[in-house]
């Protein structure tokens, strides 16, 4: 008997005023999964993601974390049941140096007075070690740690998406949501990301769920890909199945704009 999805979504959908912005999205992950949602701007990629983290709530459907039901949870409450995600738009705390933007994501599993330790006041809390060893490693899945006293707004564009998919894997997620993680990086840069993916999979035993434009990406690291069209998937299986699917090639893989 196979194990329980660690992320299902059953006939969600949501609409805006009168627009159905996404209609009967559904999903299972297994535990170390690694699956790519694909579809030009606008299709409802970004909204999905907003669902499965309650930055939305659903008009319809359901969103669940290894059984339990996200439903009336705030996004703090969800990123404790297990999703972490990165965005499109980077969002990291730019006058604050690489490790603590790192530290931030650990903030769920400190105690208040750690947190207040850290990041306000110089005192000499027993966990800070623990937690400044952690960070140290988390930053070595990148090769990072050279740069931890470095302000996170003076990195590259692409060291920059790297760390923030590191502060989300601070939280321990049980699925990480990446969206569109190679956005700014060259192909040499993206080639790293890809093996740099497969071993957060591998090692931290997680699911990962992307949303790329970059097709090389998607067919090379995806063990399933979903296309969607106007907030509907329209195909759903393996890299292969899906760069043969006619609708797929037609509407998609055929376009410039889908690279």
Request: with cysteine.
């Amino acid at each position: 008997m196979g194990k329980m999805p660690v992320l299902q979504a059953q006939h969600l959908g949501i609409d805006f005023g009168g627009l159905t912005a996404v209609d009967d999205f559904n999903i299972a992950m297994g535990p170390t999964e690694i699956a790519g949602l694909i579809g030009p701007n606008g299709a409802g990629k970004t909204t999905i993601f907003n669902l499965l983290t309650n930055v939305y709530q659903p008009t319809r459907g359901t969103v669940l974390i290894d059984g339990y039901d996200t439903a009336g949870k705030s996004v703090v409450q969800v990123n404790k049941m297990g999703i972490a995600r990165t965005f499109q738009n980077i969002r990291l705390f730019s006058q604050m140096t690489v490790e603590e933007n790192v530290l931030v994501g650990f903030t769920n599993s400190m105690s208040s007075h750690l947190v207040t330790d850290i990041f306000r006041l110089p005192g000499h809390w027993r966990q800070e070690a623990e937690f400044h060893e952690k960070a140290q490693e988390l930053l070595g899945i990148f090769d990072m740690q050279g740069l931890s006293d470095e302000r996170a707004g003076n990195l590259p564009y692409g060291a920059q998406r790297r760390l923030e998919i590191l502060r989300a894997l601070a939280t321990h997620p049980k699925v990480l949501l990446l969206d569109e993680p190679a956005a700014g990086m060259n192909p040499n840069e993206t080639e790293e990301l890809m093996d740099n993916i497969r071993k957060i999979r591998d090692d931290l035993h997680i699911a990962i769920l992307l949303i790329e434009h970059d097709m090389n990406l998607v067919m090379g690291i995806c063990e399933v890909v979903g296309v969607l069209d106007y907030g509907k998937i329209i195909a759903k299986g393996s890299p292969e199945d899906i760069q043969n699917d006619p609708r797929v090639i037609e509407a998609y893989l055929g376009k410039q704009g889908v690279k």
